[in-house]
Antibody, heavy 121, light 106 residues
Framework: EVQLVESGGGLVQPGRSLKLSCAASGFTFSNYGMAWVRQAPTKGLEWVAT????????YYRDSVKGRFTISRDNAKTTLYLQMDSLRSEDTATYYC??????????????WGQGTLVTVSS | DIQMTQSPSLLSASVGDRVTLNCKASQNIYKNLAWYQQKLGEAPKLLIY???SLQTDIPSRFSGSGSGTDFTLTISSLQPEDVATYFC????????FGAGTELELK
């Protein structure tokens, strides 16, 4: 059974940093591009970043470029999102999600349960 | 950036109704579109990919159609468990989601 379990969310002050993790199991992690998708309270879904199956390529939405870093450890089957210089508009539930096999794009067939990040003083 | 517009934003329907949700892309995305269902307090669930391919274990009352800029998600006979918000996503260029259609029971 495919499982994606996020952790690391919490309350953080504007300008500070936070690192999210997503532990994957039930599939060959190193074969799949992975992504972070966020959802602000009562709002819609917003793609944040994608990393290729081997970690060689990364992609970000404009509003997080230079502040967020997506990475992965295939040996630990874990996805990460390092978030620096956080802003109030980054407040959201962050989901990790899996792209189709060997793809850095496409639909998200599996999602984690999400971890809430609140940026507030 | 490609914009995705969903309509209506809120839809009220009765059990057994045929329900149609719409999604329009700001430019041609061919068939690079997915549909998701999100129930309150849960993560999104993939229903349809490549505009009309039904994801494994999704009931056959769900179907998708369209290509280019105009797409439709149809529920052939609405069930109580289908109450949710539905999102479309384009993956032709980057990833963009629509704002969602909230589906409620009349």
């Amino acid at each position: 059974e495919v499982q994606l379990v996020e952790s690391g969310g919490g309350l953080v002050q504007p300008g500070r940093s936070l690192k999210l993790s997503c532990a994957a199991s039930g599939f060959t992690f190193s074969n799949y591009g992975m992504a972070w998708v966020r959802q602000a309270p009562t709002k819609g879904l917003e793609w944040v970043a994608t990393i290729s199956y081997d970690g060689s390529s990364t992609y970000y939405r404009d509003s997080v470029k230079g502040r967020f870093t997506i990475s992965r450890d295939n040996a630990k089957t874990t996805l990460y999102l390092q978030m620096d210089s956080l802003r109030s508009e980054d407040t959201a539930t962050y989901y990790c999600a899996r792209h189709p096999i060997y793809n850095n794009w496409g639909w998200f067939a599996y999602w984690g349960q999400g971890t809430l990040v609140t940026v507030s003083s | 950036d490609i914009q995705m517009t969903q309509s209506p934003s809120l839809l009220s329907a009765s059990v057994g109704d045929r329900v149609t949700l719409n999604c329009k892309a700001s430019q041609n995305i061919y068939k690079n579109l997915a549909w998701y269902q999100q129930k309150l307090g849960e993560a999104p669930k993939l229903l349809i990919y490549n505009a009309n391919s039904l994801q494994t274990d999704i009931p056959s009352r769900f179907s998708g159609s369209g290509s280019g800029t105009d797409f439709t998600l149809t529920i052939s006979s609405l069930q109580p468990e289908d109450v949710a918000t539905y999102f479309c996503q384009q993956f032709y260029s980057g990833n963009t989601f629509g704002a969602g259609t909230e589906l409620e029971l009349k």
